[in-house]
């Protein structure tokens, strides 16, 4: 069983396939919660697709902690398929937090092609 100290290493040194052998061995609640809350923290495109992956999990707990880690890992150019993840999202408060994440990046992706604006107009 990995502790508390080792999956918060892991995230800290982005070691996700490490992360992911915790959860392949089996693991109690908290340390599933532990273990995608440190997913989400690694944003690569390898992570994102893994979770996305993971997305179908059909146990309620764990399938929120997966929408938290996609919601934390998703960049802007990701918004698209949060976007689909909260249209077929059945649970609540899934949705809230899919939602949430949708406008977060709709205005990271709004502020960028602001910035592109103004470079372009100063060519």
Not at 115 to 122: D, I, M, P, S
Request: proline fraction near 2%.
């Amino acid at each position: 069983m990995a502790s508390e100290a080792k999956i918060a290493k892991y995230g800290k040194k982005k070691q996700y396939r490490k992360l992911y052998k915790i959860i392949q061995k089996g693991a109690t609640y908290d340390t599933i919660d532990a273990v995608f809350e440190q997913l989400g923290t690694i944003k690569n495109k390898e992570n994102f697709m893994k979770l996305c992956d993971m997305y179908q999990f059909k146990e309620p707990i764990v399938h929120l902690a997966v929408v938290k880690a996609i919601c934390a890992c998703a960049g802007p150019e990701n918004i698209e398929i949060v976007r689909h993840y909260q249209n077929g999202e059945t649970d609540p408060e899934a949705v809230e937090i899919l939602k949430a994440r949708v406008l977060e990046l709709k205005r990271e992706n709004d502020r960028i092609e602001a910035e592109k604006a103004k470079k372009k107009a100063l060519i």
